[in-house]
């Protein structure tokens, strides 16, 4: 009787335990990096990569591909991609914010060899591939992304080169090379192929400050900006894709969705682009605060230099200028007089052990087009152990050189469907389960198929999980039958 009863809630917790874990598979598999340290992070980590992010995209650059966004050394969700011939996998950022594709490379001085993150590093080897090339400085793809005259370009032989200064310090410089880059291309509903395009990208010889770091390293940078230099505008150009794509982060499971392609469903608002920005600029036309329109200075709002609204989910949080930071705390305590508040790791924190969505209010972004960005208490409200800690931040005490600028990070654009329309520039988002699936529609065939969401990094655990599942059923089955 022991024997029978042991197996069987054995199997109940198995069952309970292990089938859940199981994930599927999309177009390019993403994994936040911060996920697989939850539990035991510190919270000022994650202020200190938007500071490091922060400073990068609004300071000086020295960098060969003029008008370019900048890369930061890691980010928050990473895709895995096939490069060469044979083809070899690598762990890249997937950032919005910069237009080229980069990997560290087996020359690299001061690059990575181990990541925190539970990957496994790679060195781009250029002589190692049989269809890699090198680019030299007199080719179009170089000319384009000096905008002109290579400094340095002495001869037909010469490397094209580029080099990065950021504003914390951290560089990367190297040369560029073209290569086949693999990637899934969807054929049905979950179901896609391996197919390849011929993709100009930087060969990393060097990185200095965090970009040398090892604690959340990944191999490299693939640049979703808007120039024609990156990665999606040269697929693009060779006829591979529309220069559409999504994503929809996961920041409770980790993973979510990335594609390209014009999604269908679900249906959403856009906003248009501001034109002949460097980022992905949008109008902020107001702000609400439980129903209430805040009276902020109407140039609050404008675009200009080192002012603006900029879209960005490679930071966690969301800086406002100081106007708006101010107004909007004042409006989500106001009925709260009693609340005690204490500096955790630099953000105010206090005690709450009610419903938060019950008793703060939400607070509404308006845009250009009548689209709004919703954001619940429980997304500008970030539980740390027993206290809640206020997610928004004063943009002015962060960086001088963005204390006017509206970025708005993962903090407002969790659990939404963000769509990044190039071809009609604009840009749209709704609230969505990011743990489920889009349909996006093939231009060449006009079908509609369904990606799902996937998490890079899991499909090991799901594989031995399921080996697992099945010798623990086994053994079950035979201590049954004794």
């Not at 000086?60 to 070899?88: C, H, M, R, W």
């Not at 559409?244 to 248009?272: E, R």
Request: glycine share 10%.
């Amino acid at each position: 009787m022991a024997l029978k009863l042991f197996p069987s809630l054995f199997l109940f917790i198995l069952l309970n335990f292990l089938v859940p874990c199981v994930l599927g598979f999309g177009v390019f598999e993403v994994k936040h990096k911060f996920l697989t340290h939850a539990q035991r992070r510190n919270i000022h980590l994650l202020r200190a990569h938007d500071v490091r992010r922060h400073d990068r995209m609004l300071s000086a650059v020295d960098l060969p591909l003029g008008g370019n966004g900048l890369p930061s050394e890691t980010g928050l969700y990473f895709a895995q991609i096939g490069i060469g011939t044979p083809s070899k996998d690598y762990y890249v950022q997937v950032d919005t914010g910069s237009d080229i594709l980069w990997v560290n490379c087996v020359s690299c001085s001061r690059c990575p060899k181990k990541s925190d993150l539970g990957i496994e590093l790679t060195l781009y080897d250029p002589k190692g591939s049989q269809s890699g090339t090198l680019v030299t400085c007199e080719e179009s793809f170089c000319l384009s992304a000096f905008g002109g005259d290579v400094p340095g370009c002495t001869s037909s032989n010469t490397p094209c080169q580029y080099s990065v200064l950021y504003g914390d310090g951290s560089s990367t410089m190297g040369y560029f090379v073209t290569d086949l880059v693999q990637y899934n291309q969807v054929t049905g509903n979950s179901a896609t192929r391996t197919a390849n395009a011929s993709v100009t990208f930087g060969c990393g010889a060097q990185q200095g400050g965090d970009l040398g770091s090892s604690s959340e390293a990944l191999d490299g940078i693939l640049g979703f900006g808007q120039s024609n230099t990156s990665f999606l505008s040269q697929l693009a150009s060779a006829g591979k894709v529309k220069k559409v794509f999504s994503h929809c982060l996961d920041t409770v499971k980790g993973g979510g969705i990335f594609a390209i392609g014009d999604v269908v469903q679900p249906k959403m608002k856009t906003t248009p682009l501001v034109p002949d920005q460097q980022h992905y600029n949008v109008n902020l036309t107001g702000i609400e605060v439980g129903g209430s329109l805040l009276q902020l200075p109407s140039d609050l709002f404008e675009t200009g230099d080192k002012k603006g609204t900029i879209v960005d989910s490679g930071t966690t949080l969301t800086y406002l200028p100081e106007a708006a930071y101010k107004a909007i705390w004042q409006k989500v305590f106001q009925n709260h007089p009693d609340i005690s508040f204490q500096t955790v790791q630099e953000f105010s924190c206090f005690e709450y052990t009610e419903n938060i969505d019950d008793g703060f209010p939400e607070v509404v972004f308006n845009f250009e087009n009548n689209l709004t960005l919703h954001v619940h208490p429980h997304d500008y409200l970030f539980q740390n152990e027993k206290d809640y800690c206020f997610g928004f931040q004063n943009g002015g005490l962060q960086s001088k050189d963005g204390k006017d600028i509206f970025l708005l990070g993962d903090l407002v654009l969790s659990s939404k469907l963000v769509v990044y329309d190039l071809e009609n520039q604009v840009i749209g988002w709704t609230d969505y389960n990011c743990s489920s699936s889009i349909k996006v529609q093939d231009d060449k065939t006009n079908a509609i198929y369904t990606v799902g969401a996937h998490n890079v990094g899991s499909a090991w655990r799901s594989e031995s999980q399921n080996f697992l599942l099945l010798l623990l059923l086994t053994i079950v089955l035979i201590y049954m039958f004794i």
